[in-house]
C-alpha cells in the first residue's frame, strides 16, 4: 500500500509540476504570446509554425487553443487559420514530451533551490514567476524519477507480476482511458509522460502503451471542447475543429499500432523513446496529412454550430467577457476592458437622448432611456464580477494597474447612468408633464454644456482606451472649463429671475439642478483622466493636482 500511495503521490506531483510550468510561462508571456500569434498567422504554415512555437513553450496545447478560441471570437482570425494554429500546437507539445523523455533527473535539484530563491525574494514580479516556473520544471522532473522508482518496486512484487500478466491489450479501452486521465490531469503532456514511464519499468506493455498515447491525445482535445462550452459560438469553434482532426487521427492511426510495433519500435530504442516518438509522430502526422484540410473542417464546423445571426440590438451584439479567456490573465483583462467600452457606448446613447426628451418632451424616449440604465448597471455587475476571477498574483504591474482602471471606468460609467436616470424623472416631473418650457437663452445653456459632455465622454473613452497622458491632461483642462461654464450659466439664470422671465421662473429648479447634474456627470467623465496622470507622475504635488482635489472636495 505505501508503495502504491508513493507511486499516486508522484503522479500528482507531475501533474501539479506541469500545472506550474503552463501558468507560470502565461503569467509572464501572456501578452507576448498573444502578440506573436496574432503577427505571425499570415498563413496556414505560418501559423501551425506558430502554433508549434507557442505550445513548446507553454506546454499545453490547451492553454493555445482557449487564447486562439479568443482570437477567433474577437474576429481577429479565421476559423480556418485558427485549426492550423492548432495543428501545430499538438506539435509542439510532443516535441516538449520528447526534451523530457531524457534523463533530466541531475536539473531537478537546481531548478528546485533556484526557483525557491527567485520565487520568494520577488514573489510579486515577473523574476519570482520565472522562478515558479523552475520550480514547475524541477517538479516535473522530480516526479518522472519518483514514477520510475515506485513502479519498479510495484513491479517486484511476485503479486503484481501475476496481475500483468493477465493483462490483454483492448485498444478501445486504452483510447478512453488514455482521454478520461487527459481530462481528469488537465494535461495530456502528463498522461503520455507518465505512460512512457511505466511503460519503461514494465508495468504496462508497449501496445497498451501506444493505446493510452492516442487517448491521451483525443483527450487534450476534448479537454479544450469542455472548456470552452459555456462560450460563445465563435470561441468553441475552435476546439471542436481540433477534435475533429484528432478524432480522425486517431480512428487512421489506431489499425497501424501493431505495425508500428513490429517495423519502427525495434529502431528507436528504449521503451520510453518509442512511446514519446509514437506521440510526436501521430501529431507530425496529422498536421501534415490534415494542413490542406483546414476550410473543410472549418465548414463542417460552422455547420454544426452555425454562428447566430446578430441584429441591431444590444442582445445581438458579441459578448466579450470570455471565461476560456480566464486561463490568461493578459487576454481576459483586454476582454474586460472591450466589455467596459461598450458600457461607455451605453452611457453615451443615454446622454445623447438627453438633449432629444428635453427638446421634444418625449416621455417614451425617457422610458427607453431609463431602461437602459439597467443594462449600465448589469453591465458593472459583469465586469465587475468577470475581474474578480482574475488573480491578482497572476497579473503583472502594468496588468495589475489595468485592472484597477477598469473598475475604476466601470464605476465611473455606472454612476453617470445612474444620474442621467434621476435627469430623466426630473424632466419629466418639472417640465414635461406640467407643460414648462425652458427660456431660449436656458436651453441654449443646456445646449452648450451638454455638447461638452459628449465631447468630454468620447475624449475620456479614447483616454481609457489608448492611456494617451496628453489627452488625460487635456480632460482634466476641460474639467476645469466645465465648471467655469456652469458657474457662468447658473448667474446668467439668475439675472434673468431678476428680470421677471417667465419661462425662467417657472423652471428655475429644474435648470439650476440640470446644470449641477451635467458638471457631476463631467466630473464622472473626467476622473478617468487620474489613474493615467497619476501612473505617468503628471499629478505630482502641484498646483494642477491642488486645483483637482479643490474642486473633488467642493463636489
Known sequence: MKHLLNLLAAIALLVWGTHLVRTGILRVFGANLRHVLSRSISNRFNAALSGIGVTALVQSSTATALIVSSFVGQGLISLPLALAVMLGA????????????????????????????????????????????????????????????????????????????????????????????????????????????????GVIPPDVALGLVLGANLGSGLLAVLTTARSAIEVRQVPLGNLVFKLLGVAVAAPFVGLWLRHVAPHLGATATMVVMFHLMFNTAVGVVFIGWTQVVARWVEKFLPRPVKGPTAGGRPHHLDPSALATPSLAISCAAREALHQADVVESMLNGVLNVIRNNDLRLAEDLRKLDDTVD???SAIKYYLTKISREALGEEESRRWTDIISFTINMEQIGDIIERVLIDIEDKKIKPGRNFSEAGMAEICELHQRLIDNLRLSMSVFLNGSVRDAQKLL???????????????????????GTTQSMETSSLHIDLISDLKRINSHICSIAYPILDSAGALAPNRLRQSVLMDDVSR
Open 378 to 380: 448589469a453591465l458593472y
Open 90 to 201: 499538438d506539435i509542439g507539445t510532443s516535441l516538449m514530451a520528447v526534451v523530457f523523455s531524457f534523463d533530466l533527473s541531475w536539473l531537478s535539484p537546481l531548478f528546485i533551490f533556484s526557483g525557491v530563491v527567485l520565487f520568494i525574494s520577488r514573489q510579486s514580479t515577473n523574476v519570482g514567476r520565472v522562478g515558479r516556473i523552475l520550480i514547475g520544471l524541477g517538479l516535473m522532473l522530480l516526479a518522472l524519477r519518483l514514477v520510475t522508482d515506485s513502479t519498479s518496486v510495484l513491479t517486484s512484487n511476485s503479486a503484481v507480476k501475476a496481475l500483468l500478466g493477465t493483462l490483454s491489450s483492448d485498444l478501445l479501452l486504452e483510447i478512453t482511458v488514455g482521454a478520461v486521465l487527459a481530462v481528469v490531469s488537465y494535461s495530456s503532456l502528463a498522461i503520455v509522460l507518465l505512460t512512457a514511464t511505466l511503460a519503461t519499468t
Open 477 to 499: 483642462e476641460e474639467k476645469a472649463r466645465f465648471r467655469d461654464l456652469e458657474r457662468a450659466y447658473a448667474a446668467t439664470h439668475l439675472g434673468r429671475l431678476s428680470d
